[in-house]
């Protein structure tokens, strides 16, 4: 990263083939389609370019930090756009988010990806639900509220038992959350 | 929340305290961004009276940050890492020409041997004779902006500490302590993943404190995480254990 800080363009490209594939994964899932997914990414590692410099190793990995840029600017898009998907194709998309591992699954079940895959695997649908709303499609939890037909406290509730159910899951399987 | 302070409201001593309600009532919206402007200040100021909660608020928003993880993988197009790398300037420079230079800079004619030394040197699985510290600490310095990616233990490995380092052009060296000894006719093996398909990097046996270093057989370029299991003296073509290290690349 220092080195991508000093605007070395190889160490950049390094980054970009090291990360570019999660990018455009939480990308995708956030909009919907290809060529949004694909700008989205751009911008967030001409972000990353530009501010590789802040990066401070202590407040976590270079990929939280990648995705959170990703998740952030998508946010933004989302929030700007002047008409949002139907409240309907959403809540229809979140079920792809349980994805079973396809191959290789016996041993390769502890990897990162599957760990988190597993954990939210362990939440019940409407708190999961609740999550990938707030979280891919940056609604507010007062929205959600409003196209779920739910209570506001009741969407809350299940945001934060939500993630209070995924952290209690690593801690009963004696792993860290991964960084 | 009254007198200026969040927190110190009036009955705010009996029982659970009703900002403490109110903080816990927000905490999972605030950590996923889903507070509208004034809840998140009114949020932001509770955590301003009590910076003790910080870290419980930052442990939750670490598990929010998982969700980025969750996605089915899809691969962006080649064209889009073009137009990147070409709208910051150097399109035209091959990934290999560019790592070329870049491992001529950080690691200089040494090459992989004397990365490796340093990397040793640096977890301190051996000592070095006087002639090669020097070199060491010449190395030290630059390798320490080289790119690690941390292990992750699990099941017997589970107290593990262990780093991959990237040594640059593709290569990169497994360190790893406190591994648990091998039984007689096994050996760990190294896993170079694509696409969730292993490929064989590699066997090392752990020394008797259980300390290892052992360069990664294959390029990490296009790999998506190292791993490592137990397999029977030989090694498998495939894994035929649980995965006991892996890391993310």
Same mark, same amino acid.
């Given at each position: ?179 | ?22 903080? %816990?009532? !927000?905490?999972? #919206?605030?950590?996923?961004? *889903?507070?509208?402007?004034?809840? /998140? @200040?009114?949020?932001? =100021? ?18 929010? %940050?998982? !969700?980025?993880? #969750?996605?089915?993988?899809? *691969?962006?197009?080649?064209?889009? /890492? @073009?137009?990147?790398? =070409? ?25 992989l041997?004397?990365?490796a030394?340093?990397v ?29 990616h941390?292990l ?11 780093e991959v380092v990237e040594l640059?052009?593709g290569r990169a060296v497994l360190v ?13 093996e190294t896993w170079l993943m ?5 490929e064989p990097a590699g066997l090392f ?7 290892a270093a052992t360069p990664i057989e294959g390029s990490i370029d296009?790999a998506?995480a190292v791993a490592v ?18 890391t993310?690349l």
């Amino acid at each position: 990263m220092s080195l991508v800080g000093d605007s070395d363009a190889g160490a950049f490209a390094g980054l970009y083939d090291r990360h570019s594939r999660a990018s455009y994964s939480l990308a995708y899932r956030m909009m919907g389609e290809r060529q949004a997914a694909e700008d989205l990414v751009q911008e967030a590692f001409l972000e990353v370019w530009r501010a590789a410099g802040s990066y401070r190793a202590e407040r976590g990995s270079v990929r939280t930090w990648i995705l959170s840029i990703v998740r952030n600017r998508g946010i933004d898009q989302l929030r700007t756009m002047a008409s949002r998907r139907r409240v309907h194709d959403r809540v229809e998309a979140t079920a792809s988010v349980a994805q079973p591992s396809e191959a290789f699954a016996e041993t390769w079940r502890n990897s990162q990806r599957e760990q988190v895959r597993e954990a939210l695997r362990v939440l019940p649908p409407e708190q999961l639900k609740v999550l990938e709303l707030a979280y891919y499609s940056g609604y507010t939890h007062a929205e959600i509220a409003d196209l779920l037909d739910l209570p506001l406290g009741t969407v809350k509730g299940r945001m934060r038992l939500g993630l209070q159910k995924v952290r209690e899951h690593f801690a009963s399987s004696g792993r860290e959350v991964p960084g | 929340m009254s007198e200026e302070r969040p927190g110190h409201g009036p009955g705010g001593e009996r029982g659970r305290e009703p900002w403490r309600e109110r903080f %816990d009532d !927000l905490e999972g #919206a605030y950590v996923l961004g *889903a507070l509208d402007e004034s809840e /998140r @200040r009114e949020f932001e =100021g509770y955590l301003a009276a009590h910076p003790e909660l910080q870290a419980e608020v930052d442990e939750l928003g670490s598990v929010t %940050d998982l !969700l980025a993880l #969750a996605p089915q993988e899809y *691969a962006p197009s080649p064209e889009l /890492r @073009r137009n990147l790398l =070409g709208s910051i300037g150097d399109a035209s420079d091959a990934p290999s020409q560019r790592r070329a230079r870049s491992r001529a800079r950080i690691f200089g004619p040494g090459g992989l041997a004397a990365a490796a030394i340093a990397v040793l040197a640096l977890v301190g699985l051996f000592l070095w004779n006087a002639s090669l510290r020097g070199e060491v600490e010449d190395l030290r310095g630059t390798l320490e902006t080289r790119e690690t990616h941390e292990l992750q233990g699990s099941g017997p490995a589970e107290d593990v500490r262990g780093e991959v380092v990237e040594l640059g052009d593709g290569r990169a060296v497994l360190v790893a302590e406190n591994l648990p000894s091998t039984s007689e006719g096994e050996v760990y093996e190294t896993w170079l993943m694509h696409d969730d398909v292993p490929e064989p990097a590699g066997l090392f046996q752990p020394l008797d404190g259980g300390d290892a270093a052992t360069p990664i057989e294959g390029s990490i370029d296009e790999a998506d995480a190292v791993a490592v299991t137990l397999e029977p003296s030989g090694g498998s073509p495939a894994p035929t254990s649980d995965i006991l290290l892996t890391t993310t690349l």
